[in-house]
């Protein structure tokens, strides 16, 4: 294994340097993907020129489309929960998700991205007013055209959160972390503190 | 060649899947929703399953049904 590390070394290297020198910042002139694969179909004629080459999934569905040369001014957001649209097709300023590395804010031109969310404040921002809601967990998905695909499982308005009964779980759960003796259990207690402790945060700040 | 894998989440770490980790936080925050909201959600947690034993090719008489919230 270690014969070949100074190849592999070279050719991660040499795939590092080629490929940050074309890394964009932000995500424009990526063309249209292709509904067909040209090598292989090439190579098929070649070897069956009769028969006509079959076609890839990829040729039934919509391609994806090409991001606009230059940056979009607004963000274009999608919310669903699996028995709601929340936001659909909303062109907004900026959304922060909260992800598990962080919050983080998403603007147009935002670089491609998936997000694994964890419990917090996601808020979409359109001109002054601001709309926040409380996401239990799911994915953002940001896409090179800016448009972001928002998944949660269960979302709510901040509004909607009923305090004591945050701080009454609170204190339950901690009370179970530190009484827990399995692994599952202390899991268990740990998800329960962490979800409250986000959303007695999220109705403080 | 990345030798480094990424930090094991703790509940994956306890045995816990994604789903499973998921679900539960859905389930907590549904708890701690203001009163009309919180019987609407409660109905969206409802789970309705049936579960029988099969021998010999045929399912046993017991069969497990539920049509209450099952966790």
């Not at chain 2, 009309?36 to 579960?51: C, D, G, I, N």
């Amino acid at each position: 294994m270690y014969r070949h590390a100074p190849r592999l070394l070279t050719r991660v290297i040499g795939g590092g340097v080629r490929r940050s020198a074309t890394a964009r910042a932000f995500s424009t002139d990526l063309p249209a993907a292709p509904s067909e694969d040209a090598a292989f179909v090439e190579a098929w004629r070649k070897v069956a020129p009769n028969i006509d080459p079959p076609k890839t999934p990829l040729a039934f569905m919509k391609p994806r489309p090409p991001t606009p040369s230059s940056i979009p001014s607004k963000l274009t957001i999608n919310f669903v929960l699996p028995y709601q649209s929340e936001i659909s097709n909303k062109e907004v300023d900026m959304v922060i998700v909260p992800a598990t590395t962080g919050q983080m804010g998403v603007l147009p031109g935002h670089v491609a991205t998936i997000a694994e969310l964890k419990p917090g404040l996601l808020s979409v921002h359109e001109g002054s007013e601001v709309t926040k809601y409380f996401v239990s967990s799911g994915f953002a998905f940001v896409h090179g055209n800016s448009v972001t695909d928002i998944v949660a499982v269960e979302a709510v308005p901040v509004d909607r959160i009923d305090l004591s009964l945050v701080q009454k779980g609170l204190a339950d759960f901690t009370q179970k972390l530190n009484s827990a003796t399995t692994d599952l259990e202390k899991a268990e207690a740990q998800i329960g503190v962490d979800v409250h402790s986000a959303l007695n945060a999220a109705l403080s700040g | 060649m990345a030798s480094m894998a990424a930090a094991v989440p703790f509940w994956r770490a306890a045995g816990m899947t994604y789903i499973t980790y998921s679900n539960i936080c859905a389930s907590l925050v549904r708890g701690c929703l203001k009163e009309p909201y919180r019987s609407e959600a409660a109905a969206r947690e409802k789970v309705h399953f049936a579960v029988s034993k099969w021998a010999n090719g045929k399912p046993e008489k017991s069969s497990i049904r539920s049509d209450s919230h099952a966790e």
